[in-house]
């Protein structure tokens, strides 16, 4: 009896190389110089293995990290606008600032080279003072 060979391949690969981080939407945001600022909170964003593996965790591509930046492709950060976490703080303090910005908000799993951006807009208006005029004294008989 002769001994037959066979050739088995095995392929193990990770799936998070391929996992696609989930659509949100991030709300645009507004304020005025000088004005109260505007705060817009987000839920984590979640990836595909997370989502189709549930049972096993929430990151098991590894924890999101967030950054923002501005659409053009230029690298700095605005500075009316900050992200701490999963929360976007805009507070305008310069007339300089006032308009329209188109911002990017980009989501990493660093680990793996995946990243997600997901767009928004910053509108920041003019300061307009507002004058109340005091109510008429009462008269004290």
């Known amino acids: 009896m002769t001994a037959t060979s066979n050739t088995v391949t095995v392929v193990i690969s990770d799936p998070c190389f391929s996992t696609v981080i989930d659509t949100k939407v991030i709300a645009d945001m507004s304020a005025s110089v000088l004005g109260a600022s505007d705060t817009e909170s987000f839920t984590a964003f979640t990836d595909s293995v997370a989502t189709a593996s549930s049972a096993f965790g929430a990151d098991l591509c590894g924890v999101a990290t967030y950054r923002i930046t501005m659409s053009d492709g230029s690298t700095g950060v605005p500075a009316y606008l900050t992200l701490s976490g999963k929360t976007l703080t805009l507070t305008p303090t310069l007339t300089s600032q006032i308009g329209t910005h ?40």
């Open 102 to 141: 188109d911002i990017k908000l980009h989501v990493d799993l660093t680990p793996f080279a995946r990243t997600h951006t997901e767009d928004f807009q910053v509108v920041i208006s003019e300061c307009v003072p507002t004058i109340t005029a005091p109510t008429a004294p009462t008269a004290i008989v």
